[in-house]
């Protein structure tokens, strides 16, 4: 984790990847548990978040994590169109990750002044990302859509480009993917077990959180 980093200030998307080795991918269906995982995700070192919209809750969760929890930067992911980022931003999200890329997304993010981490699986999809500025990419779906060794193919034509590999990644196959130049993070859903939240049991939580942001890049 860079300490130098002030979390109430606007970061760019490869700050906010190099952080640290992991951005935990949330799913929260419960308001009251937004503001203890944070708490605990940064206990353990994790302090960008990124919450996913894909419950009714998860703007009212971003703005709990916004307004109570400072010393992370609470971000939100599935963000598919502009519309999306402006609730978001409404919502006092300080960064945006989406699936996929669309000139759209990226014009709204850019209107927002929140970096993007756009999601890609094809040279195509990177090409029209990087025809926008983005440079700074998240692999999506990893493992389904070709895992290390499509990394690594992309290391040539696409050298200037920086990637947070999401999707089937976990504690045994993250330490591979961060090994790789062209991999400053990942992003997985294994810090934040549906049953740890379920039960509260945030100790948990932080311990995997610590363990994440002990790993080697
Ligand atoms: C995402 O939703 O961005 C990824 O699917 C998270 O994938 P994981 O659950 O395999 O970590």
Known sequence: MDVKINTKQSLTALQIMQDAAVIPVIVLTEVAHAVPLARALVAGGIRMLEVTLRTPQALACIEAIAREVPEAVIGAGTARSAADVQACAMAGARFIVSPGYTHA???????????????????????????????????????????????????????????????????????????????????????????AMASGDWGRVTGLARQASELLR
């Open 105 to 195: 997304v990226g014009t709204a993010c850019r209107d927002a002044h929140l970096p993007l981490l756009p999601g890609v699986a094809t040279g195509s999809e990177i090409m029209a990302a990087q025809e926008d500025g983005f440079t700074e990419l998240k692999f999506f779906p990893a493992l389904q859509a070709g895992g290390l060794a499509m990394l690594k193919a992309w290391s040539g034509p696409f050298g200037d480009v920086k990637f947070c590999p999401t999707g089937g990644i976990t504690a045994a196959n993250a330490a591979e993917f961060l090994s790789l130049p062209n991999v400053v993070c990942v992003g997985g859903s294994w810090l934040v077990p549906a049953d």
